[in-house]
């Protein structure tokens, strides 16, 4: 089956640090989103992109979150600095043109301390 | 704006029993609805969709889920829930119209499963 691969699975790291996620969309799907999940505030969208331009980044905190599609077959979610508060995990999906529905990835736990 | 109501964080069935998850909408466009079914450190997978066609709804795993549009509810049953059934579940709305937009997900509803 073909899948949505998210890396790393696990992340700890210090405040104040840059950490960088990464997803492989699923080939040949043209939307690719960012959500983030915590308990509180269950699923949020970050960011997604259609053939890869952005099309809407306003769920994401500017000043320190970016995310990217340098291509096809790679996005990146990139936060720096880093603070504690950004402890979640974090869920790349993709699906393709004229479509219902959105495959997710495994997620990235990220743990700030 | 669209929005979604899972009503029910928890429920616990017992194996064998009936699942009834319940969801409502809101949404100003004809809705595209969604079920996703997270099992833990899992990422979500899709149950069914409803996207304007018959208004029940086949899934993956003995799900279904019926549209009604005149209650605003697109809730997901199961006959008979199995032990592996246990698992969070999440109802969603595309945002705008089109096939493409942003899943807008209730809270999320954790189904528990008694032997």
């Known amino acids: ?113 | 704006a669209q929005s979604v109501t899972q009503l029910g964080s928890h429920v616990s069935v017992s194996e064998g029993a009936l699942v009834l998850l319940r969801c409502n909408y809101s949404s100003s466009v004809p809705p595209y609805l969604f079920w996703y079914v997270q099992y833990p450190n899992q990422g979500l997978q899709l149950l069914l969709k409803y996207t304007s066609a018959a208004t029940l709804v086949k899934g993956i795993n003995d799900f279904e889920a019926e549209f009604k549009k005149s209650e605003t509810s697109f809730h997901l049953t199961k006959p008979s829930a199995h032990m592996s059934d246990a698992a969070e579940y999440f109802c969603a709305v595309s945002e705008g119209e089109g096939s493409q937009g942003n899943l807008i997900f209730g809270k999320g509803t954790k189904l528990s499963v008694k032997p």
């Open chain 1, 1 to 113: 089956d073909a899948r949505v691969t998210q890396t790393p699975r696990h992340k700890v790291t210090e405040m104040g640090q840059e950490v960088t996620m990464r997803c492989q969309p699923i080939l040949g799907h043209n939307t690719v989103f960012w959500y983030r999940q915590t308990m509180m505030q269950g699923l949020e969208l970050l960011a997604y992109f259609r053939n890869r331009a952005p099309l809407d980044d306003s769920g994401m905190p500017k000043d320190r979150f970016s995310a990217e599609m340098p291509d096809a077959t790679l996005a990146t979610l990139k936060i720096q600095p880093s603070e504690p508060r950004d402890s979640a995990v974090y869920f790349c999906a993709s699906g393709p043109r004229d479509s219902y529905g959105y495959t997710f990835g495994s997620g990235t736990r990220l743990t700030v301390v």
